[in-house]
């Protein structure tokens, strides 16, 4: 893997790419840091001599937007855990926790626990470090997010290992994602999120392209989960990862879409010609997802199984909706 390059830019990491596509968007972003395997820490383009020819005038720097994935350099604030993933298509989670070491979870995904696990309600992130009114403010922005005001922690309190273990609302995959290696966050649709290493931060993610919001299926507010540890999300049937590179675009039904790293753009686009709209029977419109970065999308979403249930039944799922 040593001739696979990474690029930091703008605080986001970019990657696995080889070394003429590193050398591409090198030129293009003069500013950025590189790191492949056998390097101890990340490197300055223009110090890399694989990537010669940069132009850099280090007077220039911008050091403000050191990208997070040089978290090398400072503490974790994320707890270290470990974790097994139990089932196939039915899964459920079980997480091990050292000493004083912690998650958070949504309300109601808890199974079962050692008896030394703590278990607490709190209101903000588990990582608010204000005061009251600012615990407040997380909570009530991880409310837009479409999650609940309050947060279950549950801490190790014994000197020895203890497990912990949750489930997800309905049937699917828990994907496990490491944010450190996905530059710091990731965007990933509402009540997406399973649990987390203490100390990652939910919020909301803004679409600010009008029509994305409208039509985009997710509406305006997404997720966005923030940090430097493990998170768990959860999907329904199989959940497939893809890997885009810079410039590189994929079509995807709006509701199959379970999250995608901030690098990549997200826009909508018509679901083919006018027949297709009408009577294809996918709607009017896609998402259209644009590299660099991971795409993961889900083969069974939530809504299709409810849609699908309320058929079996002989039940039109839009009038149990507008009686809610």
Same mark, same amino acid.
Request: proline share 6%.
């Given at each position: *893997?040593?001739?696979?390059?990474? @690029?930091? #830019?703008?605080?986001?990491?970019?990657?696995? *790419?080889?070394?003429?596509?590193?050398?591409? *968007?090198?030129?293009?972003?003069? &500013?950025?840091?590189?790191? %492949? =395997?056998?390097?101890?820490?990340?490197?300055?383009?223009?110090?890399?001599?694989?990537?010669?020819?940069?132009?850099?005038?280090?007077?220039?720097?911008?050091?403000? =937007?050191?990208?997070?994935?040089?978290?090398?350099?400072?503490?974790?604030?994320?707890?270290?855990?470990?974790?097994?993933?139990?089932?196939?298509?039915?899964?459920? @989670?079980?997480?091990?926790?050292?000493?004083? &070491?912690?998650?958070?979870?949504?309300?109601?995904?808890?199974?079962? &626990?050692?008896?030394?696990?703590?278990?607490?309600?709190?209101?903000?992130?588990?990582?608010?470090?204000?005061?009251?009114?600012?615990? #407040?403010?997380?909570?009530?922005?991880?409310? #837009?997010?479409?999650? %609940?005001?309050?947060?279950?922690?549950?801490?190790?309190?014994?000197?020895?290992?203890?497990? #912990?273990?949750?489930?997800?609302?309905?049937?699917?995959?828990i994907m496990p994602i490491n944010l450190k290696q996905s530059g710091g966050s990731i965007i990933c649709q509402r009540s997406a999120f399973l649990c987390a290493a203490r100390g990652i931060k939910i919020d909301f993610f803004f679409q600010r392209k009008l029509a994305v919001a409208i039509f985009g299926g997710e509406g305006f507010i997404m997720q966005k989960l923030i940090g430097d540890g493990l998170v768990f999300v959860h999907a329904g049937g199989m959940i497939k990862e893809f890997v885009l590179r810079p410039g590189e675009t994929m079509d995807v039904e709006t509701g199959s879409l379970v999250g995608f790293e901030t690098t990549v753009s997200f826009d909508i686009a018509f679901a083919g010609g006018l027949k297709a709209q009408m009577f294809a029977g996918e709607g009017f419109f896609i998402s259209r997802m644009t590299g660099p970065g991971r795409v993961w999308i889900q083969s069974m979403p939530f809504n299709h199984i409810v849609k699908e249930f309320f058929k079996v039944l002989g039940i039109d799922a839009r009038k149990i909706s507008r009686l809610r």
């Open positions: *893997m040593s001739n696979f390059w990474y @690029l930091g #830019i703008n605080g986001n990491k970019i990657g696995p *790419m080889e070394e003429a596509q590193a050398k591409a *968007m090198a030129k293009e972003h003069p &500013k950025a840091l590189a790191w %492949r =395997q056998g390097f101890e820490q990340w490197r300055p383009v223009h110090e890399v001599h694989e990537l010669a020819g940069i132009v850099y005038d280090p007077g220039q720097a911008d050091t403000s =937007q050191v990208p997070l994935m040089s978290m090398e350099t400072r503490p974790a604030e994320a707890h270290d855990i470990e974790f097994r993933v139990f089932g196939h298509d039915l899964q459920f @989670l079980e997480i091990f926790l050292d000493r004083s &070491k912690g998650v958070i979870a949504q309300p109601g995904a808890f199974v079962y &626990k050692d008896s030394a696990v703590k278990m607490e309600a709190i209101v903000g992130s588990g990582r608010s470090r204000g005061g009251f009114l600012s615990k #407040i403010f997380a909570a009530s922005r991880r409310v #837009i997010a479409g999650e %609940r005001f309050f947060l279950t922690t549950f801490t190790n309190t014994s000197a020895n290992k203890s497990k #912990i273990a949750f489930g997800p609302p309905y049937p699917g995959r």
